[in-house]
C-alpha cells in the first residue's frame, strides 16, 4: 500500500523536538487533507498539526506526552484510494514522490521493510516564506496539479509557488491565489531556469546551537525536599538559557532615564486610547518604538554571529517576552516594528500577548526576532542582567518607573524636584558589541524617551 509519513513538524527558529499533546485521530479513522492530527508543544509554541493528504490513518507511532525530534516521523497514513498492495511499496513522504519502477521497488524490499519503525528523519527545513527549488522534488496533492494542469503552469513554474501549508505544501488556497494573481498581472510566471522572480529572502547559514547536558550538583535524599519534575517547556528554556551563556560573551550595561514627559504623556492619553482601541495604553509600545529607533541608528546591534561573520538583519523584528500562566515565558514576535505607530505596537503587543497565554500562537508569530526586550518592571523590579535570546546578540530590559527627587538645572539655579525614573539595561554579546556600542544604543533609547514626542 502507498503511505505517507507524517512528521515531526518544525515550529520556530532554533527548536529541535516537540512533545505530543493530544492525538485527534486514532489508527484506523478516515481522514481528509487539512484534519487536525495533533497538538504539539514546543519551547517557543503550542500548535495543531493538519493533515496535507487524504487517507487512513495506519499507525500512531508516538503516544501522547511522549517527545520526537523534528523530522521523526510520528505517524503513517494510507493515501486515499490506494488499494492494499504488497508490503515492499515505497512509502510516500513529504517532498520525495513516488516515482520509483516496480523493479527498483523489488530490489528495495529488505529495506523498506523496516521503514515504518520509529527512527529518526532526516531535519526538515521549514521556511513558508521561500520557494522551495525544483531539486526537492516537492510533493503536490491531486487536486493542485489538477488545478496546475488546468491553468496550464508549467512544472518549473510550479515550483517556485511559495507554500503556506503544512512543512511548507502548496495548499488548494495556494494555488488558486497565484492563478488569480497571474490573471491580473499581479505576479511574473518564474523562468524555465527555475528563478522565482517574486521570491526576496534568502536563507543565511548561521552557527550550530552547542549541545547542552543537563547539569546539576548531587543532593542528599531528604524526606523535607519535594522533588518535582520539570514540564517540557521549563526543560528546553532551562537548556536554551545555559547555551545562550556558553555561546555570548555576556555584558550588562544600564543609564538611567527621566521618562517624565513618557509618563505625563500616557496620562493625557489613556483614557482616550481605552476607548478607542479597546485596550490599555502601557509605556511598551513607545518603548518599541524608541527602541526601533535606535536599532536603525545602531544596525550593528540588530544582528547574529556566524562564526567569525557579522549577519546584518535587514528588518528589524522585535520579540516581546511574555509571562505565561504556568509560569513559562515565551517571545512572540513583532515583525517590521520599525514600520509601525505607537498604536499599531500596542494593537500588536496585546495581541500577542493574548494569542501566547491562550496557547494560539502560529508559527509565523514566534519566528525571525532579530532584537529581544524583558520588561521584568511590570513585577516592580528596577533593574535586571537578563540574558541573550539566541541567535541575536542584544537584549533589552525595562525596569519599573518610579518616582525620584533629581536636581534640574533651570536658568535661575539648580532645583530639586520630583521625577519618574526608569533603568534601562541592555544585556549583549561582546564578540560583536564593545562597550562604547553597547553604552551608546542603549543611552540613544533613553535619550528618545526623556525627549518623548508622540
Not at 515531526?8 to 486514532?26: D, F, H, N, Q, Y
Not at 522551495?132 to 491553468?151: C, F
Not at 548531587?218 to 520539570?230: F, G, K, L, Q, W
Not at 514600520?339 to 500577548?353: H, R
Request: hydrophobic share 40%; charged share 25%.
Amino acid at each position: 500500500m502507498s503511505t505517507f509519513e507524517i512528521k515531526m513538524p518544525k515550529l520556530g527558529e532554533s527548536i529541535t523536538e516537540g512533545t505530543i499533546i493530544t492525538w485527534s485521530v486514532k489508527a484506523g479513522d478516515a481522514i481528509k487533507e487539512d484534519d487536525i492530527l495533533f497538538e504539539v508543544t514546543t519551547a517557543k509554541v503550542n500548535a495543531e498539526v493538519p493533515s496535507p493528504v487524504a487517507g487512513t490513518i495506519l499507525e500512531i507511532l508516538f503516544k501522547e506526552g511522549e517527545t520526537a525530534p523534528i523530522g521523526t516521523v510520528v505517524a503513517l497514513v494510507q493515501l486515499e484510494g490506494e488499494e492494499e498492495t504488497a508490503v515492499s511499496e515505497t512509502p510516500v513522504t513529504f517532498g520525495k514522490p513516488n516515482t520509483e519502477s516496480a523493479d527498483t521497488k523489488t530490489k528495495k524490499t529488505s529495506v523498506q521493510a523496516v521503514s515504518t519503525e520509529k527512527t529518526a528523519a532526516e531535519p526538515v527545513i521549514t521556511n513558508t516564506s521561500v520557494s522551495l527549488p525544483k531539486e526537492e522534488n516537492r510533493w503536490y496533492s491531486p487536486i493542485v496539479t489538477q488545478l496546475a494542469k488546468e491553468a496550464k503552469i508549467a512544472s518549473d513554474e510550479l515550483d517556485q509557488i511559495p507554500g503556506t501549508g503544512y512543512l511548507g505544501r502548496l495548499s488548494k488556497n495556494d494555488i488558486n491565489n497565484y492563478i488569480e494573481q497571474k490573471k491580473k498581472g499581479v505576479v511574473t510566471p518564474a523562468t524555465a531556469s527555475g528563478t522565482a522572480p517574486f521570491s526576496e529572502k534568502k536563507l543565511l547559514p548561521v552557527s550550530p546551537p552547542l549541545p547542552v547536558a543537563p547539569q546539576s550538583i548531587p543532593i542528599a535524599s531528604d524526606e523535607n525536599v519535594e522533588v518535582r519534575e520539570m514540564d517540557p517547556i521549563r526543560r528546553i528554556i532551562a537548556d536554551r538559557m545555559v547555551q545562550s551563556r556558553k555561546i555570548s560573551a555576556h555584558v550588562t550595561t544600564v543609564v538611567e532615564a527621566d521618562v517624565t514627559k513618557l509618563v505625563n504623556w500616557r496620562k493625557r492619553q489613556k483614557d482616550a486610547f481605552q476607548k478607542r482601541e479597546g485596550i490599555s495604553l502601557t509605556y511598551l509600545p513607545a518603548i518599541v518604538e524608541a527602541t526601533a529607533k535606535a536599532l536603525i541608528d545602531f544596525p550593528q546591534v540588530n544582528a547574529s554571529v556566524d562564526g567569525y561573520h557579522i549577519l546584518l538583519k535587514k528588518h528589524i523584528n522585535m520579540g516581546i517576552a511574555v509571562s505565561l500562566n504556568d509560569g513559562n515565558l515565551i517571545v512572540p514576535v513583532i515583525h517590521d516594528a520599525d514600520k509601525m505607530s505607537v498604536s499599531g505596537l500596542a494593537m500588536a503587543i496585546d495581541s500577542l500577548a493574548n494569542k501566547a497565554r491562550t496557547s494560539k500562537l502560529k508559527a509565523d508569530d514566534i519566528q525571525g526576532g532579530t532584537f529581544t526586550i524583558t520588561n521584568f518592571g511590570t513585577f516592580k523590579n528596577i533593574i535586571g542582567t537578563p540574558i541573550i535570546n539566541q541567535p541575536e546578540v542584544a537584549i533589552l530590559g525595562i525596569g519599573y518607573i518610579e518616582k525620584k527627587p533629581a536636581v534640574i538645572e533651570t536658568p535661575e539655579g539648580d532645583v530639586i524636584a520630583i521625577r519618574h525614573k526608569m533603568y534601562p539595561s541592555l544585556s549583549y554579546d561582546h564578540r560583536i558589541i564593545d562597550g562604547s556600542l553597547g553604552g551608546a544604543f542603549v543611552r540613544r533609547i533613553a535619550d528618545y524617551l526623556e525627549n518623548w514626542d508622540a
